[in-house]
């Protein structure tokens, strides 16, 4: 439910024909893209930021991009109007413009929303959005999500084992934006189903991504038609009442802005968690600090960590595609109109010229001003309710479980495939059995 940094785009294996770099890459340049990269880009993105930090490159699926890596740069780029958020800008081929969005979004009619458009459309959208979609509404939203928390926690803290990606950080998120959005408990299921789908792009066809797309679209008209004639207090019928000067959403915004705050808003979260909690597992001094600060009843650190956990590994490794709609310099180097452009948040966020020591994680770090969130226009809107579920998540697990370990060597673990993203396939933890959590306890506080 994230604005820049949030709607994932999967690349598949990149065809036989796939074209040749069109100019030679520095001497040294590290191997992009591979499973070794994917497990840990830092060093090769550290390469990046020192000898070319604004770097042209082939992607897996084939299309030509540049890739900017240094926090001054991203953040001039993040806010820059002359990188427009508007595929028709892309100076590519047909072939090459089905490659740079969400399989399926265009068919679906699903492409009018905030990733995809720029001012005055994308100002009218993010007006009217923001109107549903209050801080108000995400704070009265944090008794669910403690809800949600410790009943996934209760399906298997007595077992004593538990993949915290399958049983715990997958179907939070989608739940929660489930209820948000006012989908029927009924009908939460089918939404983990098409989720399901387009999370496990490593392991399945782009066309299995864009079916549950074209599911999803046609599930929100009838939903949106339903609320419509019989509105409550959720999110998709504040949508349906937001208006502007007398101005509404359309049937097709209204459908493509619910589609983005789900689809873009579950698999950040799941990376959040997962991401974060494996940094803890990692980090046993810093996991330490916080359980102590947990148990004296204090937050400060919690919040802070929650920011640090994004700077060091976030969810979201690049922000989505930018096109530039005019020849412009960037970094020291000419990009063309109609050249795609990659923020490398990941990168970013770990420049040693913005971030003291910015290879450690530190959970107290207090000048973290890091871009995992986005920066100017594209701003993540759902950045509020992801901290929620974030510190929630983190939180309940660290009181719930004591003795939480790996249940598995690092080296052994599988990052997901995709070029937006960043998040681990599983993450099987260990722990001290305890109990479910019966009616008269008070359930865990953030």
Same mark, same amino acid.
Request: proline share 8%; aromatic share 6%.
């Given at each position: 439910? =994230?604005? &820049?940094?949030?709607?994932?785009?999967?690349?598949?294996?990149?065809?036989?024909?796939?074209?040749?770099?069109?100019? @030679?890459?520095?001497?040294?340049?590290?191997?992009?893209?591979?499973?070794?990269?994917?497990?840990?880009?830092?060093?090769?993105? *550290? /390469?990046?930021?020192?000898?070319?930090?604004?770097?042209?490159?082939?992607?897996?699926?084939?299309?030509?991009?540049?890739?900017?890596?240094?926090?001054?740069?991203?953040?001039?780029?993040?806010?820059?109007?002359?990188?427009?958020?508007?595929?028709?800008?892309?100076?590519?081929?047909?072939?090459?413009?089905?490659?740079?969005?969400?399989?399926?979004?265009?068919?679906?009619?699903?492409?009018?929303?905030?990733?995809?458009?720029?001012?005055?459309?994308?100002?009218?959208? #993010? $007006?009217?959005? %923001?109107?549903?979609? &209050?801080?108000?509404?995400?704070?009265?939203?944090?008794?669910?999500? +403690?809800?949600?928390?410790? $009943?996934?926690?209760?399906?298997?803290?007595?077992?004593?084992?538990?993949?915290?990606?399958?049983?715990?950080?997958?179907?939070?998120?989608?739940?929660?934006?489930?209820?948000?959005?006012?989908?029927?408990?009924?009908?939460?299921?089918?939404?983990?189903? /098409?989720?399901?789908?387009?999370?496990?792009?490593?392991?399945?066809? #782009?066309?299995?991504?864009?079916? %549950?797309?074209?599911?999803?679209?046609?599930?929100?008209?009838?939903?949106?038609?339903?609320? $419509?004639?019989?509105?409550?207090?959720?999110?998709?019928?504040?949508?349906?009442?937001?208006?502007?000067?007398?101005?509404?959403?359309?049937?097709?915004?209204?459908?493509?802005?619910?589609?983005?705050?789900?689809?873009?808003?579950?698999?950040?979260?799941?990376?959040?968690?997962?991401?974060? =909690?494996?940094?803890?597992?990692?980090?046993?001094?810093?996991?330490?600090?916080?359980?102590?600060?947990? *148990?004296?009843? !204090? %937050?400060?650190?919690?919040? &802070?960590?929650?920011?640090?956990?994004?700077?060091?590994?976030?969810?979201?490794?690049?922000?989505? /595609?930018?096109?530039?709609? !005019?020849?412009?310099?960037?970094?020291? +180097?000419?990009?063309?109109?109609?050249?795609?452009?990659?923020?490398?948040?990941?990168? *970013?966020? $770990?420049?040693?010229?913005?971030? &003291?020591?910015?290879?450690?994680?530190?959970?107290?770090?207090?000048?973290?001003?890091?871009?995992?969130?986005?920066?100017?226009?594209?701003?993540?809107?759902?950045?509020?309710?992801?901290?929620?579920?974030?510190?929630?998540?983190?939180?309940?697990?660290?009181?719930?479980?004591?003795?939480?370990?790996?249940? @598995? !060597?690092?080296?052994?673990?599988?990052?997901?495939?995709?070029?937006?993203?960043?998040?681990?396939?599983?993450?099987?933890?260990?722990?001290?059995?305890?109990? #479910?959590? +019966?009616?008269?306890?008070?359930? %865990?506080?953030?």
């Amino acid at each position: 439910m =994230t604005d &820049t940094p949030a709607c994932p785009h999967h690349t598949p294996a990149p065809p036989e024909d796939a074209p040749a770099i069109p100019e @030679a890459a520095p001497e040294g340049a590290p191997e992009l893209f591979t499973w070794e990269f994917a497990t840990d880009p830092y060093p090769a993105y *550290a /390469w990046l930021r020192e000898h070319s930090p604004v770097h042209r490159t082939a992607l897996p699926s084939g299309v030509e991009a540049w890739l900017v890596t240094r926090y001054g740069d991203a953040k001039q780029a993040l806010a820059d109007a002359r990188l427009s958020k508007n595929p028709a800008h892309h100076a590519g081929s047909a072939a090459a413009k089905g490659k740079t969005g969400i399989p399926g979004e265009r068919k679906a009619e699903l492409m009018t929303h905030l990733l995809n458009i720029d001012p005055p459309d994308h100002t009218r959208l #993010r $007006r009217l959005v %923001s109107k549903a979609f &209050t801080p108000r509404r995400v704070a009265e939203f944090a008794p669910r999500v +403690q809800e949600l928390t410790d $009943r996934l926690i209760d399906d298997f803290v007595e077992k004593g084992e538990a993949d915290l990606i399958h049983d715990f950080a997958f179907p939070l998120p989608i739940y929660a934006i489930c209820d948000l959005l006012g989908v029927p408990r009924e009908d939460q299921d089918d939404f983990r189903d /098409w989720a399901g789908m387009m999370i496990r792009h490593g392991g399945g066809p #782009r066309g299995g991504v864009a079916r %549950s797309v074209k599911k999803m679209r046609g599930y929100l008209a009838e939903l949106i038609h339903r609320k $419509r004639e019989n509105p409550g207090d959720d999110l998709i019928s504040g949508l349906i009442r937001a208006s502007d000067h007398g101005e509404h959403l359309t049937e097709n915004e209204a459908a493509a802005m619910a589609f983005i705050l789900l689809f873009a808003g579950f698999e950040t979260t799941v990376n959040l968690i997962g991401n974060g =909690t494996y940094a803890l597992l990692r980090h046993p001094g810093q996991r330490a600090r916080l359980e102590e600060s947990l *148990a004296a009843g !204090e %937050s400060a650190l919690l919040a &802070t960590g929650i920011e640090e956990l994004l700077r060091f590994d976030g969810p979201v490794e690049l922000a989505t /595609w930018r096109y530039a709609t !005019e020849a412009l310099t960037l970094g020291g +180097q000419e990009i063309a109109a109609g050249d795609p452009v990659l923020v490398v948040l990941a990168a *970013a966020d $770990r420049d040693p010229d913005r971030f &003291t020591d910015p290879d450690a994680l530190d959970l107290s770090r207090s000048d973290n001003q890091h871009l995992g969130y986005g920066h100017g226009i594209h701003y993540c809107l759902g950045a509020p309710l992801a901290r929620l579920e974030g510190q929630a998540a983190v939180a309940t697990l660290l009181k719930r479980l004591p003795g939480l370990r790996l249940a @598995a !060597e690092p080296v052994d673990l599988r990052w997901r495939g995709g070029l937006i993203m960043r998040g681990l396939r599983t993450l099987p933890v260990q722990f001290e059995p305890g109990r #479910r959590l +019966q009616e008269s306890d008070t359930l %865990s506080p953030l």
